[in-house]
Every structure is written in C-alpha cells, then in structure tokens.
C-alpha cells in the first residue's frame, strides 16, 4: 500500500510536460499497433477535453468577480496594454499569411460543400453577435461557455460586490481557491487524455488524405511557426527589453502542446491559468485577459482566413493588388475576433473574406470544405498559437508594467 501511494506521489509530483510527450508517444504506438484499441481509448481524451470545457466557465466566473471584488483601488491594471497586444498580434498574423501566401502561391482541388453550415454574411454581423453575447442570461453564458458574458458578468460582480463586507470578499476569494484546486487536480490528467485523443486522432483520421494539401499546410503552418517563434519574441522583446525565447518556449511547450490537442481555446484557460499562476503574474490581471484572449487573441485564426482565401483567389485566377491584401488582412483580423470557440469556428468565415473578391459562396463554402479536410493538423496549429500566446502577451505586459515600477 505503501509503495503504491509512493509510486501515485512521484507521478503527481513530476513533470507534467514529460508525461504529455510520453502519452503522445504512446498513442503513436498504440494506434500504429491496432487501430481498433487505439478508436476504444478516444473515451479517454473526450472525458479529459470534457472536464476542462466543464470547470472552465465556471473558473473564469469565479476568478473575474474575486479578483475585482478584492483588487486593490491603487493596485496597477495591465489589460490596456495586453489588449493592445492581442490585437496588435492578431492584424500582424494577418499581414504575415499575406506574405507566405504571395511567397508560396497555393491552388486548390475545391472539394463538396460543407452541409448545414452557415457563416456570417458580412462584418455587422459578426460585430452584432458579439454585442449580444455580451447581454446574455448569465446560466446560458455559462451553459454555452459564452465567455464575452461570463467575463461582462463577472466584471460586474466584481464591480458591485467592492463594496461588500470583508466575510463576503472572504468567501468569494476561498471559492476562487477552491475552484482552482479542482483545476490543477484535472489538469493532472493531462497526459491520459492527450494519449487517448492522439492514439484515437491517428486510428481514425490517418494523414494520407493530407498529402494532396502539402503545400497548403506548409503556407498555413509556415505563417503560425513565423509568428510563434519570430514575431511574438519581437514583440515581447520590445515591451520587455529581455530575451524572450525562455518565456516564449515555455508558453509553447506548457500551453501549447496541451492546445494542440485539444483543439479548443476555452478548453485550455484552465491550462493556461495554472502556468501564468507558475509564472507568478499577477492574479487580478491574468484572470480577465486569458478568458478575454481566448475570444479576441486570434492569431492563427486570421491566419487560417488569409491563407485560404487568397489560395480560393490564386485557384480562380484572381489577381490580388497591395491594397486589396491590405484590407483583408483587416477584414481577416477583424473577422478572428468574433471565430467561434468549436474546432473548427474560423473556417466559417472563410465567405465573408471570399466576398472581398468576389468569390461566390458555393465556391467559398468548398474552400471551407478543403479546411475541414486539413483540421486535423490546421485546427491543432491555430488553437496552440493562440492559446500560447495568450499566455506570451499578458506574461510579457505583467513584466514591462513590473519594470516600469521598479525603475
């Protein structure tokens, strides 16, 4: 009995990344062995993404109305510069697919349409659902995982209960503890789940179906390792003035990694909330700009629009001039922002940047269709870019704001 809670100590305590990869490797094995026991252990990675979708709203709830019913009046705020970021982030992404794709002019072979799918017709109304979600009933919010109303509703907590008596700052603050202590117990699990979904992903998806869009991933996952690995240490180098590959590389390996598999930004805040609380950044600031990051930070969302809108143009023979590229990359950076939180959510709004050029609908919906082919791999690149560097951004404005004070 002994040695089996010695053994059960000794898994808890070590290293949570080096258990992933050896889920991952073991997943490889177990599906490359018999893909059929490899398909009866998806039930593990499903109940691994279903428990962190199901603590997740709730933790953000929590932790946005603790933080703000207990911050200090004098205490410093981050989020102005860390929205700065995410939006700065998400237009540079944009710009950067605009490259790649100029640089690797990709043609497609448009596959069917995509049934039951309906993408927006325009920006409005991206913008309007948006605005409504904001509005929305506080149990539906949280039942939807509609993070825009649960952050509108905690804020608003947070707000009101200021003025509450210090028991009830108390509770609400041992809640937020609590909340976080099932977490960390979930997140455990880690490597279970990741082992379940990579032995199931590659039993039942393969990748031969992949060999005809080579050049495509290329560009798609060519523009997010440029942005994860060049231009988000560009960026956190100038507010910090440090080196930022440390910070960098280990949002990747301890977010990204676990977003890659999971393939859902909400899914990961848990992940992401435990590293900035290893990272020691401060509680008030993370606990609003993961959530918020998870909606607006979309990088690899207005990457994956770009990308398969100008192959759509390149496929019709569609000549694209400087300042129409330009405006996409606005209408891609804009668009990214309200991508649904499901795998998957950019790919709908692949018509409404086809509309830029003209590009009927049928033929935008087949584009769409070539998307979901590929979202075994391009889904799993997008969600880890912009999960990490939720993370990335709100460590790197903690820092400056901390360098500023101390200087």
Known sequence: ??????????????????????????????ASVSAEYAKNVAFLGSLFVNALKAIAPVLVLVLVTASIANQNPNSPSNMRPIIGL??????????????????????????????????????????????????????NAIANSNYIGILAWGAGLGFVLRSASDSTKTVLADVSHGVSNIVRFVIRFAPIGIFGLVASTFAETGFE????????????????????????PAIVFYKTRRNPYPLVLQCIRESGVTAFFT????????????????????????SVSIPLGATINMGGAAITITVLTLAAAHTLGIQVDFGTALLLSVVS?????????????????????CSLFGISNDIAMQVVAVGFIIGVIQDSAETALNSSTDVVFTAAACEAAEHKANS
């Not at 799918?117 to 506080?138: A, C, H, R, W």
């Not at 179906?209 to 988000?232: E, P, R, T």
């Open 1 to 30: 009995m002994n040695q089996n809670n010695s053994l059960l100590a000794r898994i808890a305590s070590g290293s949570l990344v080096l258990q992933i990869i050896g889920g991952i490797v073991l997943g490889v094995l177990l």
């Open 86 to 139: 995410y939006l700065f982030g998400t237009f540079a992404a944009s710009l950067t697919a605009v490259v790649f794709s100029f640089m690797f002019p990709t043609t497609l072979l448009l596959a069917a349409g995509v049934e039951g799918s309906n993408p927006p017709q325009g920006i409005l109304e991206v913008l309007n659902t948006l605005l409504f979600k904001i509005v929305d009933n506080p149990i």
């Open 209 to 232: 179906a992949l060999a005809g869009y080579a050049q495509l991933l290329f560009v798609l996952v060519g523009s997010m390792a440029f942005i994860a690995f060049v231009v988000n």
């Open 263 to 286: 393939r859902s930004s909400a899914a990961n805040i848990p992940v992401n909330m435990a590293l900035c609380e290893k990272l020691k950044l401060d509680e008030d600031t993370y």
């Open 333 to 353: 950076a804009v668009s990214a922002c309200g991508a649904s939180g499901v795998a998957g959510g950019s790919l709908l709004l692949i018509p409404l940047a």
